[in-house]
């Protein structure tokens, strides 16, 4: 290490902070056979309460009955089996269309997961296998040289229930004016702490700390790995600019950096993997079982009609579509980045307004075929023969091109 100044160690420390604070950042730094090449990216979507069917491709079996209120002209035929409501997702680029995927998962859950459910439910079951995290298996699979293999943007505490494996861990992302700073991925700034005065200032304190940090290793872990992403993240190169002030015009944010909603979640999913290489970005949309709407008039189902104002910020709810297009137009189709998208929730709804025992995930990137594995009925009922939730991700790693099989055999043709 080198000898610092007192003032060189704080302009460290200052350089840190913004990156540190509020969260847990990182893991170690790994490699794998394609990290050089084209990198791959993985932006989970959960929304959670549920997840209509029609929306993740599977629209078709509900127009008879007019089930969920949905007819022959209010539905849309993208393609080779996938059919979708045509005011919402059927607005998406023509690129994403022609690679949407939709893949059936039957988990056998039909309650949320909760405070007073937090072992079970829809969300546990997709994200979590026993004491095994999903997201952070796949981010510490795909290896790679970032520093934040695994980020979490949004307020949903799911975060803090995500074990970490192979020393990668889900870090929560809050600020993306800070978060590019620290990453040094805007436009130079000549005020800004030099990077590696900035990492070996972080370093100092990491080693100032090592006692209590070795005699508290449990407690503690999440301090130590704050310190040891801190030190990757400013000890390597700075990435291609991302200002903030272009995020902020391509996601209409109106020069806020909280993330505070689904347009600077995605905006922040952008900045991670342009500003810092993330494996997996993890975006669960802002409010409590937000999606789970259980209207019903006339017989008929509301939650198309709730899900429908909620997509495109009707009545209270704001705008979700126009962000998701955003992104969809300036990700998916990257010419040096494999960018998947999954968009996903705790569960199909069946046509009384109740919860289903399984879901439809839309699955997006520009090596995605068009087309439906495993589709539920127009009864949102699935078949005995769908498969579980380790199919799903290994469908998501093989989007990925994930050397191997690491959540086993991939039954979904999606690539």
């Not at 794998?32 to 990216?41: D, K, V």
């Not at 919402?88 to 007073?116: E, I, N």
């Not at 975060?159 to 978060?179: E, H």
């Not at 990453?183 to 370093?203: E, Y």
Request: glycine share 14%.
């Amino acid at each position: 290490m080198k000898n610092l100044s007192r003032r060189g160690l704080l302009k460290g420390f200052a350089g840190a902070a913004g990156l540190m604070a509020g969260s847990r950042l990182g893991g170690p730094l790994l490699r794998n056979a394609w990290a050089a090449g084209e990198p791959s990216h993985l932006v989970f979507i959960y929304l959670p309460g549920g997840f209509n069917a029609a929306l993740g491709g599977v629209a078709a079996p509900f127009v008879t009955g007019n089930k969920f209120g949905l007819t022959s002209t209010n539905i849309m035929t993208v393609g080779n089996g996938v059919t979708t409501d045509k005011a919402t997702m059927g607005t998406l680029p023509a690129f994403a269309q022609q690679h949407w995927f939709s893949v059936g998962t039957r988990h056998g859950v039909s309650s949320h997961t909760t405070p007073d459910n937090s072992n079970g439910g829809g969300e546990r079951a997709l994200t979590r296998k026993g004491t095994t995290s999903y997201l952070t298996r796949l981010a510490s699979v795909m290896g790679g040289d970032s520093a934040l293999k695994a980020v979490h943007l949004g307020d949903y505490p799911a975060y803090r229930t995500q074990p970490a494996t192979g020393g990668v861990s889900l870090q929560r992302i809050s600020d993306l004016g800070t978060a590019i700073k620290a990453l040094g991925a805007g436009a130079a700034d000549p005020n800004a702490p030099d990077r590696a005065i900035a990492g070996d200032g972080v370093a100092a304190a990491q080693a100032i700390s090592k006692q209590q940090i070795d005699a508290n290793a449990e407690s503690l872990l999440s301090v130590n790995e704050a310190y040891e992403a801190s030190i990757a993240t400013f000890r390597k190169p700075a990435p291609k600019p991302v200002t903030f002030s272009e995020i902020s015009t391509a996601y209409g944010l109106g020069g806020a950096t909280g993330v505070t909603g689904f347009a600077s979640q995605l905006a922040g999913a952008e900045v991670m993997i342009r500003a810092a290489g993330s494996n997996v970005v993890s975006v669960f949309d802002s409010g409590f079982v937000g999606w789970d709407f259980h209207q019903v008039s006339g017989g008929v189902s509301q939650n198309m009609l709730f899900s429908r104002n909620r997509l495109l910020g009707a009545g209270s709810f704001d705008d979700r579509m126009t962000p998701l297009k955003a992104f969809m137009s300036r990700m998916l189709n990257l010419p040096d980045r494999n960018v998947v998208v999954a968009i996903t929730g705790d569960f199909v709804r069946v046509p009384n307004g109740d919860h289903g025992d399984g879901v439809m995930t839309a699955v997006f990137g520009k090596y995605v075929k068009q087309g439906v594995s495993f589709a539920c009925d127009g009864n949102s009922r699935f078949s005995g023969a769908t498969p579980g939730v380790d199919a799903l991700w290994a469908g998501l790693a093989a989007a990925l091109k994930v050397p191997g099989n690491p959540f086993g055999a991939n039954p979904h043709a999606l690539v």
